[in-house]
């Protein structure tokens, strides 16, 4: 399988929230609460602006998510510009462990795709096949070939949340244009609990500096905000359906 660079790819927007010692989470079975409510609305106005949310399998399994817009006031502007409510909903997996229960094949009218492995197609199909658009991704699964894929059906704007071996991928084989790092202000001190990123070859490294589009604060977190291509605007950001929460 192969790709193309530019335009044939979504723009991919990366976002996670770390603990100032660079961990996404603890090694407690509760999920860590990192961000705040005033940040978390920018995430979901975030999440409006976007045609597809991403996250692995892993972060399927241990935080449930939804990946729905929570704004009842966007989710209408969407849908009267002609769009879902919501994104649609993006997992990648090597395994095909993915719980037909999940949130992620239940909650929302959200379309679905899985990418995985081709030695777990059939697993894979087998388990999510009546919830999702299961799809061949290569062994391992190609994130150049899923971009490419993604832009064939019409996504031009990919948000990556994670976690964090999910936006190592991404971030190794420079397929991010855009990084939104939000530091809370505490923490973890505990190296049994998952990290922003572990060990890797990254193409931004102390003799190629990522740009710092924007820093700022909101509430007692802080937002960074990275350019990693030059497809990324160093201007503030201004997003479509961004009001607050209705």
């Known amino acids: 399988?192969?790709?193309?660079?530019?335009?044939?790819?979504?723009?991919?927007?990366?976002?996670?929230?770390?603990?100032?010692?660079?961990?996404?989470?603890?090694?407690?079975e509760q999920r860590l609460l990192l961000s705040n409510e005033e940040d978390l609305d920018r995430v979901d106005a975030v999440r409006a602006s976007?045609?597809?949310i991403l996250v692995g399998a892993g972060t399927v399994r241990r935080d449930d998510p939804r990946l729905l817009v929570r704004s009842p006031s966007r989710r209408a502007e969407r849908v009267a510009a002609g769009r879902p409510a919501s994104?649609?909903?993006?997992?990648?997996?090597?395994?095909?462990?993915?719980?037909?229960?999940?949130?992620?094949?239940?909650?929302?009218?959200?379309?679905?795709?899985?990418?995985?492995?081709?030695?777990?197609?059939?697993?894979?199909?087998?388990?999510?096949?009546?919830?999702a658009s299961v799809i061949d991704a290569g062994e391992?699964?190609?994130?150049?070939?899923?971009?490419?894929?993604?832009?064939?059906?019409g996504v031009q704007r990919l948000m990556v949340e994670g976690g964090g071996t999910v936006h190592a991928q991404f971030l190794a084989a420079g397929l991010a244009d855009e990084l939104h790092l939000v530091v809370a202000p505490f923490f973890v001190g505990d190296g049994r609990a998952p990290r922003f990123v572990g060990e890797g070859r990254f193409p931004w490294h102390p003799g190629r500096r990522a740009r710092?589009?924007?820093?700022?604060?909101?509430?007692?977190?802080v937002l960074l905000r990275y350019a990693l291509s030059d497809r990324c605007s160093t201007d503030p950001?201004?997003?479509?359906?961004?009001?607050?929460?209705?």
């Not at 927007?13 to 603890?26: F, N």
């Not at 391992?140 to 059906?153: F, H, I, T």
């Not at 950001?237 to 209705?246: A, E, I, Q, R, T």
Request: proline residues 8%; negative net charge; contains cysteine.
């Open 87 to 131: 994104p649609t909903k993006v997992t990648l997996t090597a395994q095909g462990d993915l719980d037909p229960t999940a949130r992620f094949f239940t909650a929302g009218d959200s379309g679905r795709l899985v990418y995985c492995a081709t030695g777990a197609l059939e697993k894979t199909e087998e388990r999510v096949g009546g919830l």
């Open 140 to 153: 391992p699964v190609d994130p150049g070939w899923l971009l490419a894929d993604l832009a064939a059906r």
């Open 237 to 246: 950001p201004v997003l479509p359906f961004d009001h607050g929460v209705g």
């Open 212 to 221: 710092l589009a924007e820093a700022r604060q909101i509430g007692d977190v």
């Open 1 to 28: 399988m192969s790709w193309r660079p530019g335009p044939t790819r979504p723009y991919v927007l990366l976002s996670c929230a770390a603990s100032i010692d660079g961990y996404i989470d603890d090694a407690s």
């Open 50 to 52: 976007c045609d597809a």
